[in-house]
């Protein structure tokens, strides 16, 4: 495929072979891999996607079939990244100073909807891609997470796992929502059961104690392809 995809908490590398055959690792490999290991929690994303009919083998694995690309991929991976940080591949020991620190870079949410009409329950990540240790200054964006419990590895894993997390520009922007039915944004709530939800945001920055949001409301159905 044109893109790439991680998976974390797989416990070695997956091997260089197995690069692009997205079939076999998210349909074989990593299924047979949690068959053994039930109280393992991994958790794939789409890293930069670009093209809808070449990223992550959609083409090349699944001869464009995007029913058996979700249905293969869908189980394991929870997130897609809705914009990447610039890679500095060239620089491993780049330090990101003065202007190079907190670079913005805006955020497309285009391909991430194109995913979720293709039948993918996906939430919205900022994907640093890091090459050098730059962690945390490179990049403005953040992936914040929401975290029932105490917050531990496994309890970080779990959350990203339900896709409870979202996609930020601002590095201490908080979004806290409240749901009438207790769940959280990234939850599958069946409509037969839960016809209606009340859904109650509050949003804070500490740099901007002032600022008013405004919130769109975007509505579909996941898989119908539009």
């Known amino acids: ?16 072979s ?17 068959s053994l290991n039930m109280n393992t929690i991994l958790v794939g994303e789409l890293n930069h996607p670009k093209k809808l009919s070449t990223d992550y083998g959609l083409a090349s694995d699944f001869a464009g079939d995007y029913k058996a690309f979700a249905q293969t991929m869908d189980p394991l991976v929870k997130l897609i990244a809705v914009a990447s940080g610039p890679a500095d591949a060239g620089d491993k020991n780049n330090d990101a100073t003065g202007a190079d620190r ?12 194109t995913y979720l009409a293709h039948g993918m ?3 919205p990540k900022i994907d640093h891609d890091n090459h050098s240790p730059t962690y945390g ?23 990203l796992s339900d896709r409870h997390c979202y996609a930020t520009e601002d590095k201490n922007l908080r979004i806290i929502p409240t749901l009438s039915n207790s769940a959280l944004p990234g939850d599958i709530v ?7 939800v009340t859904v109650t ?6 740099d901007e104690p002032t600022a008013a949001y405004e919130v769109e409301l975007y509505s579909g159905v996941c898989g119908d392809g539009q």
Do not use: C, M
Not at 25 to 31: I, M, Q
Not at 140 to 149: E, K, L, N
């Open 102 to 113: 907190l670079v913005h870079q805006d955020i497309s949410t285009s391909r991430w909807f």
């Open 121 to 123: 329950h996906l939430a």
């Open 190 to 196: 069946k409509g037969a059961t839960t016809p209606n």
């Open 201 to 206: 945001l509050a949003i804070s920055d500490d």
């Open 137 to 159: 200054v490179r990049h403005a964006g953040r992936t914040a997470v929401w975290i029932r419990g105490a917050f531990t590895r496994d309890s970080l894993l779990r959350a």
């Open 18 to 34: 197995l690069n692009g055959q997205y079939r076999h690792v998210f349909g074989t490999l990593l299924p047979t891999y949690l």
């Open 1 to 16: 495929g044109y893109n790439h995809a991680n998976i974390q908490n797989y416990p070695v590398q997956i091997p260089e």
